[in-house]
């Protein structure tokens, strides 16, 4: 069936979950233009990757009966379980919280968290294996608990979209897992903090914290477009964050993760800062078979400011970033662009703004030989050939000319000395027009 004709009338199950059913606005249509519905939006043709094909659409054609408003991560969590296929509108209002009983919530009988300390203490467990025993296996359980309470699972045909300037999502993980047509639009999403993280004494010389949850994960989906959100660390940036065993009690993992055969994505006029690993195209270098001819990705106008490292990290996918601007404000930061293996990026016109003492050869990095191509970006304002002047710096690393493809689904382009303005004034959340 057609998913633009898609109707399903379940308006006595949704007043079941006690969920608002909100007719569309009047005069509503399929495309967006200052003064239309932004729930109605669709991605503009040729406006990246997620244009290819049948386009994205989401949840523009939703029938009333399928447009829902939530107020709470309760409601928002039910409206995307609410039963049917055809195409769905979610429309937040306010910041939903999936985590407001705390962690205590999740905690399983008998954890202890100073216990746990002083069972893995290195001085008495050691760097040579991997943690076990009664607190870990409790640790664990009570992850699976907050995973559980915090994974919010996205159906096909749906757009999520915040109302008004101060929608969002703190705490929360959106998983847009093994579907196609999702849009998500206009929420601030603060990434969650993992209540249990793990020790593992064998990551690296010293071990290391790890933790889980992504703000927004897009796992092996197609047709996604993702606009005009703001993802941040909010309250909580590493730098409020403990150190246990002489390592950063990291709470986060990335904002953005696009995995596991995702393909035909569009990431526009978002804002990506405060963070760590932000965002990540491939989870593995050893998923060839899944991600090889997929993870095409397309970013554009969208800000990274004060973020460390992977702006993207990139794997296997052909990825045209165009029209970003790089706000970097200083240490800590590792590099913007992650070259991994058998990626495929197209860097192009894109702004980089760096703090005094940041040289240009860091905004690239190789982890894995493969080609990048760079062109027509601007450094501080001025021009810079990105490759060149990372070869020259970091000749240990050096990387190779030409990614070998040529993207053609571009709309608006601007030039790359403009675009610290354009998208310092309208990229991120409550920015809609």
């Known amino acids: 069936m057609n998913r633009r004709t898609r109707r399903g ?7 079941a979950l006690g969920i608002t059913v909100t007719a569309p606005a009047a005069g509503a249509h399929a495309g967006h233009r200052p003064g239309g519905d932004p729930a109605r939006a669709v991605l503009p043709a040729g406006d990246g990757w997620a244009a290819l094909g049948t386009g994205t659409t989401g949840g523009s054609a939703a029938a009333p009966s399928r447009v829902f408003t939530v107020t709470t991560w309760e409601e928002f969590r039910a409206a995307l379980a609410a039963p049917g296929t055809g195409p769905r509108i979610v429309r937040v209002v306010g910041t939903l919280d999936a985590t407001a009983a705390g962690c205590g919530a999740f905690a399983a009988p008998g954890y202890d968290f100073a216990r746990y300390l002083a069972d893995y203490d290195p001085a008495v467990w050691g760097y040579e294996k991997e943690v076990s025993g009664p607190q870990e296996e409790l640790r664990a359980a009570s992850a699976a608990a907050q995973a559980r309470a915090i994974k919010a699972q996205v159906p096909a045909d749906t757009t999520i979209v915040g109302v008004g300037r101060n929608a969002g999502i703190t705490g929360g993980s959106l998983q847009v897992q093994g579907v196609d047509n999702v849009v998500v639009r206009n929420l601030t999403l603060e990434s969650p903090l993992d209540c249990f993280p793990q020790w593992d004494p064998t990551d690296g ?3 290391a914290w790890n933790s889980e949850y992504d703000s927004l994960v897009v796992h092996g989906s197609t047709h996604v477009w993702i606009d005009h959100n703001t993802f941040t660390d909010g309250a909580h940036p590493d730098s409020s964050l403990p150190s246990y065993f002489g390592e950063l009690y990291q709470r986060h993992d990335g904002e953005l993760d696009v995995v596991r055969g995702a393909d035909l994505v569009t990431v526009s006029w978002n804002v990506f800062k405060d963070h760590d690993k932000t965002l990540m195209i491939g989870n593995s270098d050893g998923a060839g078979a899944t991600d090889r001819g997929k993870l095409r990705v397309t970013l554009h106008h969208n800000l990274f400011d004060n973020v460390v490292e992977r702006a993207p990290r990139v794997r296997f996918g052909q990825v045209d970033a165009y029209n970003n601007h790089f706000l970097v404000r200083g240490a800590p930061y590792a590099y913007s662009l992650g070259i991994g293996q058998e990626s495929r990026l197209v860097a192009e016109k894109n702004a980089f703004t760096l703090a005094e003492g940041v040289p240009a050869g860091r905004i690239l990095k190789k982890w894995k030989d493969a080609p990048v191509t760079t062109a027509g970006n601007v450094v501080n304002g001025e021009p810079v050939d990105l490759l060149a002047v990372h070869n020259a710096q970091f000749p240990e690393e050096t990387l190779r000319a030409d990614a070998g493809w040529t993207p053609t689904l571009r709309t608006r ?10 998208v310092g004034h309208r990229a991120g959340a409550g920015r809609l027009r």
């Open 413 to 422: 382009v601007d030039h790359p000395r403009a675009v610290p303005g354009v």
């Open 9 to 15: 009338a379940v308006a006595a199950a949704a007043l």
């Open 205 to 207: 010389a010293r071990g």
